[in-house]
T-cell receptor, first 115, second 112 residues
Framework: SAVISQKPSRDICQRGTSLTIQCQVD?????MFWYRQQPGQSLTLIAT?????????ESGFVIDKFPISRPNLTFSTLTVSNMSPEDSSIYLC????????????FGPGTRLTVL | QKEVEQDPGPLSVPEGAIVSLNCTYS??????FMWYRQYSRKGPELLMY????GNKEDGRFTAQVDKSSKYISLFIRDSQPSDSATYLC????????????FGTGTQLKVEL
């Protein structure tokens, strides 16, 4: 399975600021995903990031709020823009497992608190 | 109604017990069924992956899918304190998409 790291592991931010979360994979992958995990709620897909193309956002998520970069096959960033306390959550990146399965492997997550 | 329903628990069992964790779903297009384990302050770790109906066993873990009832289960035999975690079911539609739909997770505590 792929080894995925995320930076930062946690952060406390002020309302109105932005935070960029990095996701690094130890092997080349076509598809990377960004999820949000709010307290007491299920993991929710924010967007799918393919290298060389614009990210595809799920309903309820927009590029202006969550811009994503995917500069190569091992790296992606998610920015949470103009943050409010409602953005306090765990943000996770994942990669498609490949190999004929339809599963995903997840990074350790970034725990964000917005004051 | 949520697409995937999962009892959040917490579920507390003694060491050695058989644990049954369940999810129900409403979308008949789901074809792929997964269970993830998530320890506190960690990312989800894939435990089991099943395509369509039936059973799959891996060590102490058995995944069961009943598509006619839209019901999936994860059984843990001889539970250990190290099994204490949150268990998430994840479902995916057939047809080539990549979106996983998760349950809210069941918090399990195995006590000595």
């Amino acid at each position: 399975s792929a080894v995925i790291s995320q930076k930062p592991s946690r952060d406390i931010c002020q309302r109105g600021t932005s935070l960029t979360i990095q996701c690094q994979v130890d092997s080349q992958v076509t598809m990377m995903f960004w999820y949000r995990q709010q307290p007491g709620q299920s993991l929710t897909l924010i967007a799918t990031a393919n290298q060389g193309s614009e990210a595809t956002y799920e309903s309820g998520f927009v590029i202006d709020k969550f811009p994503i970069s995917r500069p190569n096959l091992t790296f992606s960033t998610l920015t949470v823009s103009n943050m409010s306390p409602e953005d306090s959550s765990i943000y996770l990146c994942s990669v498609a497992a490949g190999g004929g399965t339809d599963t995903q492997y997840f990074g350790p997550g970034t725990r964000l608190t917005v004051l | 109604q949520k697409e995937v329903e999962q009892d959040p628990g917490p579920l507390s069992v003694p060491e050695g017990a058989i644990v049954s964790l369940n999810c129900t779903y409403s979308n008949s297009a789901f074809q792929y069924f997964m269970w993830y384990r998530q320890y506190s302050r960690k990312g989800p770790e894939l435990l089991m992956y099943t395509y369509s109906s039936g059973n799959k066993e891996d060590g102490r873990f058995t995944a069961q899918v009943d598509k006619s009832s839209k019901y999936i289960s994860l059984f843990i035999r001889d539970s250990q304190p190290s099994d204490s975690a949150t268990y998430l079911c994840a479902l995916k539609e057939g047809g080539g998409g990549n979106k996983l739909t998760f349950g809210t997770g069941t918090q399990l505590k195995v006590e000595l």
